[in-house]
């Protein structure tokens, strides 16, 4: 049996081993991405053995694993790091490749909440970041707490280090008197270009992509270190609240604009699949210009009521989903 081997020539042995042998290299994919920022397999390929995975499981349910990679979420945080039990676990998002994919979300939805044809129902569409989520907990207006997702539940205490980034407020006015703000920690190709050249004349490591930069430059036990590195945050999520910051997901971004966060400037609504994949094609035009990495388009639904009823699979919101883009030759 091969790698390639097709799903429906598997006999259960050779599928309970395929799986066993997925496990373990998916489990070592993401120590290697998320606890030491040098991934040894490309987005693409991760994404195909994941899939391949889960089509497993589909086709037999009995044999799926009790540390399964679909039930995972990033890898445990790293020594030397204190660790943050998440109030509300950082998920991630289910993925979308074809445009059939995203009728299909939208299909799902409306199945779920059982809503009767022609109903409107809008989402946002935004880009999505490739670099590293981060939530941050601001008590009656001041940051005390920055974390990386971990593994979702416990992540990494980088307070001191998320206080060294321009965009990241260390105190906001008019805000919940408790309120996790999350989104995601990226570099810019410029930075990123200066850094490495820095890194060369100093006889320092180089980064293989702004990602792993920005990962590796968060990631550090010296805040001093992660001050010398330019690093920016777009906000695009909450956790833990004490009140809720509106009715839908587009006015909660521009709350969070309000408190002094970058968002996303790409960030729009959309009234249903139609919509949000012209968008998407739209940004992926944008794509080589925007001076930043991004790998898809998250779309969400805006009626955050609506979101509460759909809640969550064990890794993943039913209410949003990220369409990848290609990888990039
Ligand atoms: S929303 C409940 N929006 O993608 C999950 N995530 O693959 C809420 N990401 O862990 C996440 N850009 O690190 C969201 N505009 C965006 C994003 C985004 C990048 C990352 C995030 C997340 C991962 C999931």
């Avoid at 129902?121 to 971990?150: C, H, M, W």
């Avoid at 809720?244 to 790409?266: M, S, V, Y």
Wanted: hydrophobic share 40%; charged share 30%.
């Amino acid at each position: 049996m091969t790698d390639k081997t097709a799903l429906q020539e598997l006999s259960e042995e050779e599928a309970k081993a395929e799986l066993a042998r997925l496990a373990d290299l998916l489990g070592r994919a993401n120590a290697a991405y998320h606890t030491q920022d040098a991934p040894d397999l490309s987005d693409a390929e991760y994404d195909r053995l994941k899939r391949r995975n889960q089509a497993i499981e589909e086709r037999f349910p009995g044999l799926k694993r009790a540390d399964s990679p679909s039930d995972k979420v990033g890898a445990t945080p790293a020594e030397g790091f204190g660790k943050v039990r998440h109030d509300v676990a950082m998920l991630s998002l289910g993925n979308a490749f074809e445009d059939e994919d995203v009728v299909d979300f939208d299909a799902r939805i409306r199945k779920y909440l059982g809503l009767p044809s022609g109903t409107p129902l809008a989402f946002t569409a935004e880009p999505k970041i490739d670099g590293l989520s981060l939530s941050l907990r601001y008590e009656n207006g001041d940051l005390v707490q920055a974390a990386t997702r971990g593994d979702g539940a416990v992540g990494e205490n980088v307070t001191a280090n998320a206080r060294t980034i321009d965009t990241i407020p260390t105190r906001i006015e008019g805000a919940p008197a408790l309120l996790e703000v999350r989104g995601e920690v990226y570099m810019r190709h410029d930075d990123f270009d200066a850094l490495n050249a820095r890194q060369t004349a100093n006889g320092g490591k180089t980064f293989a992509n702004p990602r792993n930069a920005a990962a590796g430059s968060l990631r550090q036990l010296d805040a001093e270190i992660t001050r010398a590195r330019p690093l920016a945050f777009f906000a695009y999520a909450w956790g833990a609240l004490s009140a809720p910051l509106a009715e839908t997901q587009f006015q909660a971004i521009e709350r969070l604009k309000a408190f002094g966060f970058d968002t996303n400037p790409l960030t729009t609504l959309c009234d249903g699949p139609q919509e949000m994949i012209a968008h998407y094609r739209k940004i992926e035009e944008q794509r080589a210009t925007l001076g930043y990495d991004i790998d898809g388009v998250v779309y969400k639904v805006n009626d955050l009521a609506l979101q509460d009823r759909l809640g969550f699979r064990s890794t993943t919101p039913r209410w949003a989903i990220a369409h990848k883009f290609p990888a990039e030759l």
